[in-house]
């Protein structure tokens, strides 16, 4: 079954990005998930990691309703059938 | 989203920017620069650290922009900010083997030879581009330097903010960061030596050290490139020789700290800077908004406050964030974290209000758009043009003129956001 990932609204004028991109397969990680995102919306990758592979600091990933910020990072593992959200975390001034 | 003002800039007329914490704001005026149009903010809640204008093609405006969430990106305008290049147009990253990401865009630089554009960035890094700031390439020779593990961040964080092509040799380039203080290549990038023989640094047991130094803005005049001045993290200074020994000169003024320093587009003698009480206290001194102008190299400066708030005037004007146009009477440009914008059309004699109310001005900068020598300058009352003035625009300018009427918008242009 499908994973689905969510785009927010502001990456979504992106080349071949919109708003929700399905990706076929089954992945081990939310890492080998991303991996696949990118080969279908490759701009996408710089607006939500660093050049040095970690998630942007004020980018949050949530694997159905939980923040990959508390179940293991990138490493989280990716049940079929779910969502992927990438949203802008609360943040700023 | 606000609704994003567009501004028609004409030929002729003076293009001023304003990067703040929340987008860039455009302004024009003509030659007399009294009344001042407004548009923006492009890039609504964005920080932009970085403008540039690069006229050796015809008009380009360049922005290094910080959204907040997603990163920092640099992008361009070919027709004076009615669209700007989209955010995958330029490739201004780390390579993946740097071990480092992109920060912030400090400082956006157009090179002396066509076409070349450098840009300083957080962590402290130089990358230089040839086609007008779509490809970029890291400056290995000052990324690998061994002196970087000793760069460390100061408050605004460890920023290369500085860069200086030497006008008439392409391979002498000079930086300057905070910390490390200046460095320079005379090979095109590949070598670097620092070059801060005298400027003191307060805050290490060793006052004087071959690097490591705070400086906060080097400037320096195309028709004297030997000579450079140096706002440093308390000091201010002169060299003569291209940066190898620098001299104090801060006599005359209420205080040696600050962040801002530009130099006169005519005569090399002359250089802005805005001081701030100390370290401790980074406001205006006294409560008073005063630009301070030497027209002798740095051996006296005076201040300039005519129009300038001079009660309770609080101010921080942020180290790119005071400029100069082509024009003769200079204009003078300079915005405040609180906001305002204020300019003058007589080369700093007096001033007046732009904008207020804006997000905090991080960066200005302006622009004659087309040839500055054929903009026609009525004299404002007492204002005299310099007497060094130059007669011939730069080569830059004249490039802009004649590819003016061949100026089509950006490639894969968009509106900002």
Redesign the interface.
């Known amino acids: 079954m499908p994973v689905r990932v969510r785009l927010p609204a ?2 979504r ?3 071949g990005a919109r708003a929700t991109v399905e990706l076929s397969g089954a992945f081990d990680s939310v890492s080998d998930a991303l991996d696949a995102l990118w080969r279908e919306v490759p ?1 996408v990758r ?3 990691l ?3 592979g ?1 998630v ?1 600091e ?2 949050q990933l949530f694997v159905g309703m939980e923040s990959i910020r508390f179940t293991g990072g990138l490493a989280t593992a990716v049940p079929e059938n779910t969502e992927i959200h990438i949203v ?2 609360v ?2 001034g | 989203m606000p609704t994003v003002r567009d501004l028609r800039v004409r030929q002729g007329q003076v293009l001023l920017m304003a990067g703040t914490s929340k987008g860039v704001f455009l302004f024009a005026a003509g030659p007399k620069r009294e009344k001042w149009e407004r548009g923006g903010p492009h890039f609504a809640g964005s920080p932009a650290y970085a403008l540039g204008h690069d006229a050796t093609q015809g008009d380009r405006l360049l922005a290094g922009v910080e ?5 920092p990106t640099l992008r361009w305008s070919d027709d004076l900010g009615r669209t700007w290049s ?3 147009a330029s490739t201004l ?4 083997d ?5 920060k912030r865009i400090w400082q956006i630089e157009p090179g002396s030879r066509n076409g070349t554009i450098y840009a300083g960035v957080e962590p402290s890094a130089l990358f230089v581009s040839h086609d007008r700031g779509a490809n970029w390439e890291l400056v290995r020779g000052l990324f690998d330097h061994p002196h970087r593990p000793q760069w460390t961040p100061g408050n605004g964080g460890q920023c290369l903010h500085t860069v200086l092509p030497h006008p008439s040799d392409p391979m002498q380039i000079t930086v300057a960061m905070s910390t490390g203080g200046v460095y320079r290549s005379e090979d095109g990038g590949r070598n670097w030596r620092p070059r801060n023989n005298g400027v003191r640094v307060d805050f290490m047991p060793d006052k004087y050290p071959e690097f490591g130094q705070c400086v906060h803005k080097v400037v320096r005049h195309a028709s004297r490139p030997a000579t450079l001045f140096l706002q440093n993290h308390g000091g201010l200074y002169r060299s003569d020789d291209n940066g190898d020994t620098w001299r104090d000169i801060a006599k005359g003024v209420p205080s040696d700290f600050g962040f801002c320093m530009a130099s006169h587009p005519h005569d090399p003698d002359v250089v802005y800077i805005v001081p701030l009480e100390a370290s401790l206290f980074r406001c205006t001194p006294e409560g008073k908004l005063r630009v301070y102008r030497t027209r002798d190299g740095g051996k006296s400066w005076e201040p300039l406050s005519k129009g300038l708030p001079q009660k309770d005037a609080n101010e921080v004007v942020l180290r790119d964030a005071l400029s100069v146009d082509r024009l003769n009477p200079a204009g003078v440009y300079f915005g405040t974290r609180s906001g305002k914008v204020y300019a003058s059309a007589d080369g700093g004699s007096s001033w007046r209000l732009v904008a207020d109310g804006l997000p905090p001005v991080l960066c200005v900068r302006a622009a004659v758009i087309g040839a500055p020598a054929k903009a026609r300058v009525p004299h404002a009352r007492g204002a005299k043009p310099t007497r060094k003035s130059a007669s011939r625009p730069p080569a830059r300018a004249k490039a802009s003129a004649s590819a003016a009427a061949k100026r089509k918008p950006a490639r894969r242009a ?1 509106r900002s ?1």
């Open positions: 502001i990456l004028d992106l080349p701009a710089d607006r939500v660093t050049e040095t970690e942007r004020h980018v802008p975390a943040s700023g | 959204n907040p969430f997603y990163g989209e955010e995958t990253k780390f390579p993946e740097a071990g480092v990401s992109l968009s956001r």
